[in-house]
């Protein structure tokens, strides 16, 4: 059973602030994501990664960082918050190309 | 514009009763999944169905590339399938990336 966790599962800050979200993953998938997910435009991908070290862009990248640190830890950093970014953030893994992507449960996001 | 259509937005069925979602998509597909969440929840894949048909209980997924569509078929329908069901497609140019649908909200009651 593939297992994915973010941490923190809830977060409020203010304007301006500096947030990390972290993501591992223990079943040795090459691939991780990060989306968000708001009412009206569905899950959207940030970034992703296909090992440690490398970053993709994905398609809402502005405004965010991320970095693979090894196979199982996927960071996204937001490094001046913003209110639109208030969002339900999740993490995903999957084992190769072409293959169902695993998702962890999710963090809720609350810019002030 | 939107890559990928779902309909239809919500659906409302008593329970028993057959439903029907559909997925139809813009741009040439290399594959396609198929993701069921619960209000709040994380989503939990159904099918990974680049073409054809695949069963799984009282569900049923089918895909047709060349025709960039895909079906979702639920049968006697229960309470517990109330939730968002959610398509998602890899595009041909896209490189490992997914893009999904706005989704269906389906609700069941008795």
């Known amino acids: 059973e593939a297992a994915v966790t973010q941490s923190p599962r809830n977060k409020v800050t203010v304007t301006g602030g500096n947030v990390t979200l972290s993501c591992r993953q223990t079943?040795?998938?090459?691939?991780m994501y990060w989306y968000r997910q708001d009412t009206g435009h569905g899950l959207r991908l940030i970034h992703y990664?296909?090992?440690?070290?490398?970053?993709q862009i994905g398609d809402v990248p502005d405004g965010y960082k991320a970095t693979r640190t090894t196979q199982e830890d996927f960071f996204l950093l937001l490094e001046l918050a913003s209110p639109s970014q208030t969002s339900l953030y999740f993490c995903?893994?999957?084992?190769?190309?072409?293959?169902?992507?695993?998702f962890g449960p999710g963090t809720r996001l609350l810019v002030l | 514009g939107q890559q990928v259509q779902q309909s239809p937005t919500s659906l409302v069925l008593q329970e028993g009763e057959n439903a029907e979602l559909q997925c139809n998509f813009s741009?040439?597909?290399?594959?396609m999944q198929w993701f069921y969440q619960r209000p709040g929840g994380s989503l939990v894949s159904v099918f990974y169905?680049?073409?054809g048909t695949k069963q799984s209980g009282r569900l049923t997924s089918t895909t047709v590339i060349k025709e960039r569509r895909s079906s979702l078929h639920i049968s006697s329908s229960q309470i517990t399938d109330s939730g968002t069901y959610l398509c998602?497609?890899?595009?041909?140019?896209?490189?490992?990336?997914?893009?999904f649908g706005q989704g269906t909200i389906l609700k069941v009651y008795l």
């Open positions: 995903a893994s999957s084992d190769a190309r072409q293959d169902t992507q695993y």
């Open positions: 998602a497609m890899e595009p041909a140019s896209s490189g490992q990336k997914l893009v």
């Open positions: 741009t040439s597909l290399n594959s």
């Open positions: 990664s296909y090992g440690a070290g490398n970053l």
């Open positions: 079943n040795s998938h090459n691939y």
């Open positions: 169905n680049p073409s």
